[in-house]
């Protein structure tokens, strides 16, 4: 998964406005307590990130 659709995916998730602050505030134990910035600038694939992201935050399916 590309890094645009990723971002792409979290927008229509969480809305334009809350993804970027989800991505930066808030730590998952899906990504070892790490934030998803903090996941994808240790090398996390983004699309590993999404599956974390999908687990926790009850993401429709259609977004997957």
Do not use: N
Request: charged share 25%; with cysteine; net charge negative.
């Amino acid at each position: 998964m590309r890094l645009t659709d990723f971002w792409a995916r979290m927008t229509e998730h969480f809305g334009a406005g809350y993804a970027d602050s989800f991505a930066r505030d808030h730590v998952m134990s899906e990504l070892g307590g790490r934030t998803v910035i903090e996941a994808l600038d240790a090398g996390w694939d983004a699309k590993d990130v999404w599956r974390a992201v999908c687990a926790a935050q009850d993401v429709p399916p259609h977004l997957h």
